[in-house]
T-cell receptor
Protein backbone atom coordinates (compact mmCIF):
# COMPACT_ATOMS: atom_id res chain seq x y z
CA UNK A 1 0.00 0.00 0.00
CA UNK A 2 1.39 3.38 -0.97
CA UNK A 3 2.22 5.80 1.79
CA UNK A 4 1.21 9.40 2.30
CA UNK A 5 2.35 11.62 -0.55
CA UNK A 6 2.93 15.34 -0.46
CA UNK A 7 3.55 17.80 -3.25
CA UNK A 8 5.59 19.75 -3.89
CA UNK A 9 8.56 18.52 -1.86
CA UNK A 10 10.37 21.84 -1.93
CA UNK A 11 9.12 25.36 -2.38
CA UNK A 12 10.70 28.80 -2.29
CA UNK A 13 8.39 31.78 -1.94
CA UNK A 14 8.73 35.48 -1.25
CA UNK A 15 7.24 37.32 1.72
CA UNK A 16 3.67 38.36 1.06
CA UNK A 17 2.94 35.59 -1.41
CA UNK A 18 0.58 32.72 -0.77
CA UNK A 19 1.21 28.99 -1.12
CA UNK A 20 -0.85 25.82 -1.45
CA UNK A 21 0.45 22.44 -0.36
CA UNK A 22 -1.15 19.13 -1.25
CA UNK A 23 -1.45 15.82 0.56
CA UNK A 24 -2.78 12.44 -0.53
CA UNK A 25 -3.43 10.07 2.37
CA UNK A 26 -2.87 6.34 2.49
CA UNK A 27 -5.63 4.56 0.61
CA UNK A 28 -8.60 4.02 2.92
CA UNK A 29 -7.50 6.63 5.43
CA UNK A 30 -10.10 9.32 5.97
CA UNK A 31 -8.43 11.58 8.52
CA UNK A 32 -5.72 14.01 7.43
CA UNK A 33 -3.76 16.19 9.84
CA UNK A 34 -1.22 18.90 9.14
CA UNK A 35 1.79 19.82 11.24
CA UNK A 36 4.52 22.43 11.08
CA UNK A 37 8.05 21.53 12.11
CA UNK A 38 10.68 24.16 12.86
CA UNK A 39 13.98 23.92 14.76
CA UNK A 40 12.75 26.38 17.37
CA UNK A 41 9.17 25.22 17.97
CA UNK A 42 9.40 21.57 17.05
CA UNK A 43 6.34 19.80 15.67
CA UNK A 44 3.12 21.75 16.06
CA UNK A 45 -0.40 20.72 15.11
CA UNK A 46 -2.14 22.90 12.53
CA UNK A 47 -5.50 21.22 11.83
CA UNK A 48 -7.23 17.92 11.16
CA UNK A 49 -9.86 17.04 8.57
CA UNK A 50 -12.27 14.15 8.36
CA UNK A 51 -15.00 13.74 5.74
CA UNK A 52 -14.28 17.21 4.37
CA UNK A 53 -14.82 18.81 7.79
CA UNK A 54 -12.26 20.43 10.02
CA UNK A 55 -12.54 18.63 13.34
CA UNK A 56 -9.69 20.24 15.20
CA UNK A 57 -7.51 23.30 14.89
CA UNK A 58 -4.22 24.31 16.48
CA UNK A 59 -3.06 27.73 17.60
CA UNK A 60 -2.06 29.24 14.29
CA UNK A 61 -3.24 32.53 12.75
CA UNK A 62 -6.03 32.61 10.21
CA UNK A 63 -3.47 32.89 7.42
CA UNK A 64 -3.21 29.13 7.70
CA UNK A 65 -6.17 27.31 6.26
CA UNK A 66 -6.97 23.96 4.80
CA UNK A 67 -9.58 21.83 3.17
CA UNK A 68 -10.31 18.23 2.36
CA UNK A 69 -11.89 16.80 -0.73
CA UNK A 70 -14.34 13.94 -1.09
CA UNK A 71 -11.49 11.54 -1.99
CA UNK A 72 -9.78 12.47 1.35
CA UNK A 73 -7.01 14.39 -0.37
CA UNK A 74 -6.21 17.59 1.49
CA UNK A 75 -4.67 20.93 0.80
CA UNK A 76 -3.37 23.59 3.11
CA UNK A 77 -2.93 27.22 2.20
CA UNK A 78 -0.79 29.89 3.77
CA UNK A 79 -1.54 33.45 2.73
CA UNK A 80 0.62 36.55 3.15
CA UNK A 81 3.74 34.54 3.83
CA UNK A 82 6.12 35.67 6.55
CA UNK A 83 9.76 34.73 7.04
CA UNK A 84 8.75 32.76 10.13
CA UNK A 85 6.59 30.47 8.01
CA UNK A 86 9.73 28.79 6.70
CA UNK A 87 9.36 25.25 7.93
CA UNK A 88 8.80 21.62 7.06
CA UNK A 89 5.07 21.07 6.61
CA UNK A 90 4.00 17.54 7.31
CA UNK A 91 0.79 15.80 6.49
CA UNK A 92 -0.30 12.71 8.39
CA UNK A 93 -3.13 10.33 7.67
CA UNK A 94 -5.07 8.00 9.91
CA UNK A 95 -7.57 5.26 9.26
CA UNK A 96 -9.81 6.81 11.90
CA UNK A 97 -11.33 3.46 12.78
CA UNK A 98 -12.60 2.72 16.28
CA UNK A 99 -9.78 2.85 18.79
CA UNK A 100 -7.10 3.47 16.17
CA UNK A 101 -5.42 6.83 16.46
CA UNK A 102 -2.15 6.08 14.76
CA UNK A 103 -0.99 8.71 12.31
CA UNK A 104 1.42 8.13 9.46
CA UNK A 105 3.43 10.99 8.08
CA UNK A 106 4.25 11.90 4.52
CA UNK A 107 7.71 13.07 3.44
CA UNK A 108 6.81 16.73 3.99
CA UNK A 109 7.05 19.93 2.00
CA UNK A 110 10.05 22.11 2.79
CA UNK A 111 8.92 25.74 2.48
CA UNK A 112 11.46 28.53 2.40
CA UNK A 113 10.23 32.12 2.57
CA UNK A 114 12.69 34.79 1.46
CA UNK B 1 5.18 23.95 31.60
CA UNK B 2 5.38 22.24 28.23
CA UNK B 3 2.66 19.74 27.41
CA UNK B 4 5.12 16.99 26.58
CA UNK B 5 8.65 16.87 27.92
CA UNK B 6 11.40 14.46 26.97
CA UNK B 7 14.74 13.83 28.61
CA UNK B 8 17.29 16.13 27.09
CA UNK B 9 19.84 14.57 24.84
CA UNK B 10 21.85 13.73 23.12
CA UNK B 11 21.95 10.18 24.36
CA UNK B 12 24.98 8.19 23.36
CA UNK B 13 24.96 4.42 23.84
CA UNK B 14 27.36 1.69 22.73
CA UNK B 15 26.20 -0.81 20.13
CA UNK B 16 24.34 -3.67 21.76
CA UNK B 17 23.33 -1.67 24.83
CA UNK B 18 19.87 -0.57 25.93
CA UNK B 19 18.77 2.99 25.15
CA UNK B 20 16.18 4.37 27.56
CA UNK B 21 14.03 7.31 26.56
CA UNK B 22 11.62 9.08 28.88
CA UNK B 23 8.62 11.32 28.34
CA UNK B 24 6.22 13.07 30.71
CA UNK B 25 2.99 14.83 29.80
CA UNK B 26 0.85 17.37 31.58
CA UNK B 27 -2.66 16.69 30.21
CA UNK B 28 -4.35 14.05 32.36
CA UNK B 29 -6.94 13.63 29.61
CA UNK B 30 -4.35 12.12 27.28
CA UNK B 31 -5.34 8.66 26.11
CA UNK B 32 -3.05 7.77 23.21
CA UNK B 33 0.73 7.70 23.28
CA UNK B 34 3.15 7.28 20.44
CA UNK B 35 6.84 7.09 19.72
CA UNK B 36 8.14 8.31 16.39
CA UNK B 37 11.64 8.00 14.99
CA UNK B 38 12.97 10.77 12.78
CA UNK B 39 16.18 10.46 10.82
CA UNK B 40 17.93 13.68 9.89
CA UNK B 41 16.23 15.26 6.88
CA UNK B 42 13.35 12.78 6.93
CA UNK B 43 9.80 12.79 8.25
CA UNK B 44 8.73 11.09 11.51
CA UNK B 45 8.10 7.35 11.32
CA UNK B 46 5.72 5.68 13.77
CA UNK B 47 7.46 2.93 15.71
CA UNK B 48 5.21 2.33 18.71
CA UNK B 49 1.74 3.15 19.94
CA UNK B 50 0.43 2.41 23.44
CA UNK B 51 -2.98 3.07 24.94
CA UNK B 52 -3.08 1.08 28.20
CA UNK B 53 -0.93 1.09 31.32
CA UNK B 54 1.88 -1.42 31.26
CA UNK B 55 4.40 -2.62 28.74
CA UNK B 56 4.09 -3.20 25.02
CA UNK B 57 6.85 -4.95 23.15
CA UNK B 58 7.55 -4.94 19.42
CA UNK B 59 10.81 -6.51 18.38
CA UNK B 60 13.66 -4.65 20.05
CA UNK B 61 11.36 -1.85 21.21
CA UNK B 62 9.38 -1.76 24.45
CA UNK B 63 7.03 1.06 25.35
CA UNK B 64 5.94 1.54 28.95
CA UNK B 65 3.00 3.64 30.06
CA UNK B 66 2.01 4.82 33.53
CA UNK B 67 -0.99 7.14 33.34
CA UNK B 68 -1.05 7.79 37.09
CA UNK B 69 2.48 9.17 36.90
CA UNK B 70 1.85 10.71 33.46
CA UNK B 71 4.90 8.99 32.16
CA UNK B 72 5.73 7.02 29.03
CA UNK B 73 9.05 5.52 28.09
CA UNK B 74 10.72 3.69 25.24
CA UNK B 75 13.43 1.09 25.60
CA UNK B 76 15.55 0.10 22.63
CA UNK B 77 17.31 -3.19 23.27
CA UNK B 78 20.44 -4.35 21.44
CA UNK B 79 20.92 -0.87 20.00
CA UNK B 80 22.24 -0.74 16.46
CA UNK B 81 23.92 2.11 14.55
CA UNK B 82 20.76 2.27 12.43
CA UNK B 83 18.85 3.31 15.59
CA UNK B 84 20.75 6.61 15.60
CA UNK B 85 17.97 9.16 15.15
CA UNK B 86 15.78 11.61 17.02
CA UNK B 87 12.94 9.97 18.93
CA UNK B 88 9.76 11.96 19.39
CA UNK B 89 7.15 11.29 22.04
CA UNK B 90 3.60 12.27 21.07
CA UNK B 91 0.34 12.22 23.03
CA UNK B 92 -3.29 12.91 22.21
CA UNK B 93 -6.75 12.88 23.73
CA UNK B 94 -7.93 10.49 21.02
CA UNK B 95 -8.76 13.45 18.84
CA UNK B 96 -6.01 13.16 16.20
CA UNK B 97 -4.34 16.29 17.62
CA UNK B 98 -0.87 15.12 18.52
CA UNK B 99 1.26 17.09 20.97
CA UNK B 100 4.95 16.37 20.52
CA UNK B 101 7.93 16.59 22.77
CA UNK B 102 11.10 18.28 21.53
CA UNK B 103 12.70 14.90 20.87
CA UNK B 104 15.74 13.05 22.15
CA UNK B 105 18.63 12.47 19.80
CA UNK B 106 20.17 9.03 20.16
CA UNK B 107 23.60 8.12 18.86
CA UNK B 108 24.64 4.48 18.85
CA UNK B 109 28.41 4.20 18.71
CA UNK B 110 30.05 1.15 17.21
Amino acid sequence: KAGVTQTPRYLIKTRGQQVTLSCSPISGHRSVSWYQQTPGQGLQFLFEYFSETQRNKGNFPGRFSGRQFSNSRSEMNVSTLELGDSALYLCASSHSGAGNYEQYFGPGTRLTVT
Amino acid sequence: QKEVEQNSGPLSVPEGAIASLNCTYSDRGSQSFFWYRQYSGKSPELIMSIYSNGDKEDGRFTAQLNKASQYVSLLIRDSQPSDSATYLCAVSRNDYKLSFGAGTTVTVRA
